[in-house]
């Protein structure tokens, strides 16, 4: 049942988004503050495949898993068409790239962005900003500054995850050690990644986020590579739980997996940092300056959010979690939420940036979700609970039984015993009294003096009495009475 639900995931996934639109983007020219307005959410039904599965005769097994994402109206707040401000990602991204380029190239870039109308600010529908919208900016950098982006065609935030992979990945199938079984070998035929400024920060550990070893215990962290991420993620165990009638531990993200390396010094290796709450993805991301964190920056340092209006940042509906069945390592309710920010500030010699402050500003969060349900919860529920209780009621069922057996026999045991004790004290009497008879038979007959002393032993094998008689000359006589 593992290896079907690991091949063929039978948890539906939704990734539903939420973009922050800007309310106020002259003002933020001017160097206010930004206001922002949560729009969403607009929901995808996600579909995994495995792909090129591989088994090695090192007890490994090689696949990549595609993602197609559907847009899904009935769950949403609004359509695809729908239009939305947000900051001109690309623009603003290339203007802090060139920024100790020479005066000149900045005045080329700056010149470029005059003519092809780009603004810091842009108006696009949810579906251009998710799936790519043509830019003839990007075709002007790869012809004239050639490498400073390194894709070509349609710009869009989620443009190369649709009907795309995360990569080769080889875990452990744990024949030979079942603690080892999802656990990752490689990634991409690499055991750690070159992003990073600390050993430990670049290594690939854990799983691949789908599914754990069995036997949790609470003492037990989860952790798991998030090429998303471009990291090894952990997780902590946070309280026993229920879901569906299954029993499960709750994981949470701990108040440090995104602390700079000030206030978590293993986090240094991720800097350089910015407040306490993001993570500086740049390095993985194109040199591109974008940030991740929790939604609304929660969990982070209270500057982040403060310095924009229209970020609540709460537990209940930004904290990420995953609901695991500790027996089998199987996720059963998962939701990982993570935002997505840009730095922005004014850059000399690009007039087209005017007087903004440095902030990060948020571009949307996305809430990764997926519950098990329908008919696989139902075999689940039978195999991992229903059929285990029967079993712990059958152990003690059968227990109870050996005793009622082994209470009848000792009873029918004693009862015959108890028959021949009887028979055996009613043959003794008997025996005494015909003895008796035959001793004062034998005493009347003279064979022994009455002045002599006699005694009388019963056999004990022969069944015989034995009459000892003592004449008053010393001799002694044996007379031996066999009892019929």
């Known amino acids: 049942m593992a290896y079907t639900m690991w091949r063929d995931i039978p948890v539906p996934f939704y990734m539903s988004l939420y973009f922050f639109e800007v309310k106020n983007p002259q003002e933020i020219l001017r160097g206010e503050k930004p206001v922002l307005v949560q729009r969403g959410p607009y929901i995808y039904r996600e579909y995994r495949q495995k792909s090129n599965i591989t088994f090695h005769n090192n007890n490994t097994v090689s696949y990549r898993e595609y993602h197609r994402y559907y847009f899904y109206p009935d769950g949403s707040a609004g359509n695809e068409s729908d239009e939305i401000v947000l900051p001109n990602m690309l623009a603003l991204s290339v203007a802090l790239m060139v920024e100790d380029w020479p005066y000149a190239l900045k005045l080329i870039f700056s010149t470029a962005l005059k003519t092809f109308n780009e603004t810091p600010f842009i108006k696009k529908t949810v579906k251009e900003i998710m799936w790519g919208y043509d830019d003839p900016l990007i075709d002007f950098l790869n012809r004239i500054f050639p490498g400073v982006i390194p894709f070509e065609g349609k710009f869009g935030l989620f443009a190369e995850m649709n009907n795309s992979d995360t990569g080769l990945f080889t875990v452990h199938t744990g024949v030979d050690n079942i603690t080892k079984v999802h656990v990752i070998d490689n990634w991409n035929g690499i055991k750690k990644v070159n992003y990073w400024h600390s050993e430990q920060c670049n290594m690939i550990d854990g799983t691949a986020g789908e599914m754990w070893p069995p036997f949790l215990t609470p003492s037990n962290l989860l952790t798991f590579y998030s090429p998303d991420s471009c990291r090894t993620l952990e997780l902590v165990f946070q309280k026993s739980d229920w879901t569906f009638d299954i029993p499960t531990f709750r994981y949470v993200a701990p108040n440090t997996m995104f602390a700079n390396g000030t206030v978590f010094p293993p986090n240094q290796g991720f800097c350089p940092c910015r407040q306490s709450g993001v993570l500086n993805v740049s390095t993985c991301r194109h040199n591109s300056q974008v940030f991740i964190s929790h939604p609304h920056f929660y969990n982070g340092d209270p500057a982040l959010w403060e310095a924009v209006d229209g970020l609540h940042p709460s537990e209940k509906d930004h904290a990420l979690f995953i609901d695991i069945h500790p027996l089998t390592g199987i996720p059963l309710n998962v939701s990982i939420k993570l935002?997505?920010?840009?730095?922005?500030?004014?850059?000399?010699?690009?007039?087209?940036?005017?007087?903004?402050?440095?902030?990060?500003?948020?571009?949307?969060?996305?809430?990764?979700?997926?519950?098990?349900?329908?008919?696989?919860?139902?075999?689940?529920?039978?195999?991992?609970?229903?059929?285990?209780?029967?079993?712990?009621?059958?152990?003690?069922?059968?227990?109870?039984?050996?005793?009622?057996?082994?209470?009848?026999?000792?009873a029918l045991g004693i009862v015959p015993l108890k028959k021949q004790d009887k028979k055996i004290l009613f043959w003794n009497s008997k025996q005494c009294t015909e003895e008796t008879a035959q001793f004062r038979k034998i005493k009347s007959s003279g064979l022994c003096q009455e002045t002599g002393t006699g005694s009388l032993h019963l056999g004990s094998t022969q069944e015989e009495s034995v009459w000892n008689c003592n004449s008053q000359s010393g001799s002694h006589r044996t007379i031996t009475a066999v009892a019929s």
């Open 339 to 410: 935002q997505l920010n840009l730095y922005v500030k004014a850059v000399q010699g690009i007039t087209e940036t005017g007087n903004m402050k440095p902030v990060l500003l948020p571009l949307l969060w996305f809430d990764e979700s997926g519950t098990i349900d329908g008919p696989a919860v139902n075999t689940f529920y039978y195999f991992m609970v229903v059929l285990p209780v029967i079993c712990q009621y059958l152990q003690y069922i059968l227990l109870s039984a050996g005793w009622v057996l082994v209470v009848v026999a000792l």
